[in-house]
């Protein structure tokens, strides 16, 4: 079974100041991974993932992430973050099949909750 | 706004009713995907939907648990002699078959008091 951590649960930054947020995953095959934010009172979006490929990967609104597959890793930065960033932020990792397509659903982190102060 | 929409928004139950929610997927999406989310945590995959069949149900769909989707286009699912413990978020997703993730809706909240 797969499973994903998220190492802070509570991140508070100024506005400006650089972003890391961590992202570990357990999953003995080939996996997709994503990060989703959530804004206050508002659904989950998606932000990027990663299939395959260059493991840099750039989202929205200045977003990347960087997949790192010797340390089961896929950590989100940003270099500048704004209050508007103010949100839950969460990884989720699905096994992929050989096939390339994938069935089952995702397995989400229990998420980070971002706060940028003015 | 998010194409996928889901009704009610909010839901108060008594212990020991049924509740059915809805969830509208983005039209040309064949996959719908039922989530759980409980306060302090990530959303928890329930079931997922190719068209109309049922493919794939988490262990944490217990047998008061029960989704369809009939035509492969809306889907329902109801929970039967709700437990306080049923409280949650239930999020519905879509996406296409040859995507991931999904596009996720609002959600219903489900209060069981």
């Known amino acids: 079974a797969q499973s994903v951590s998220q190492h802070n649960h509570h991140v508070i930054l100024s506005e400006a100041a650089s972003l890391e947020l961590g992202c570990n995953y357990s999953?003995?095959?080939?996996?997709?991974l994503f990060w989703y934010v959530q804004y206050p009172g508002q659904h989950l979006q998606l932000l990027l993932k990663y299939f395959s490929g260059d493991p840099l990967v750039k989202g929205i609104k200045g977003f990347e992430a960087e997949f790192i597959k010797s340390k089961f890793s896929f950590n989100l930065r940003k270099p500048s973050v704004q209050w508007s960033d103010t949100a839950e932020y969460f990884c989720a990792v699905r096994g992929a099949q050989r096939s390339g397509g994938g069935a089952d659903g995702l397995t989400f982190g229990k998420g980070t909750h971002l706060i940028i102060q003015p | 706004d998010t194409g996928v929409s889901q009704d009610p928004r909010h839901k108060i139950t008594k212990r020991g009713q049924n509740v059915t929610f809805r969830c509208d997927p983005i039209?040309?999406?064949?996959?719908l995907y039922w989530y759980r989310q409980t306060l302090g945590q990530g959303p928890e995959f329930l079931t997922y939907?190719?068209?109309?069949?049922?493919?794939?149900k988490s262990r944490l769909l217990s047998d008061r648990f029960s989704a369809e989707r009939p035509k492969g286009s809306f889907s329902t699912l109801e929970i039967q002699r709700t437990e306080q413990g049923d409280s949650a978020m239930y999020l519905c997703?879509?996406?296409?078959?040859?995507?991931?993730?999904?596009?996720f809706g609002s959600g219903t909240r489900l209060t069981v008091v």
């Open positions: 997703a879509s996406s296409l078959a040859t995507t991931a993730g999904g596009d």
């Open positions: 039209s040309e999406h064949n996959r």
């Open positions: 939907f190719q068209n109309e069949a049922q493919l794939e």
């Open positions: 999953y003995g095959g080939t996996v997709n």
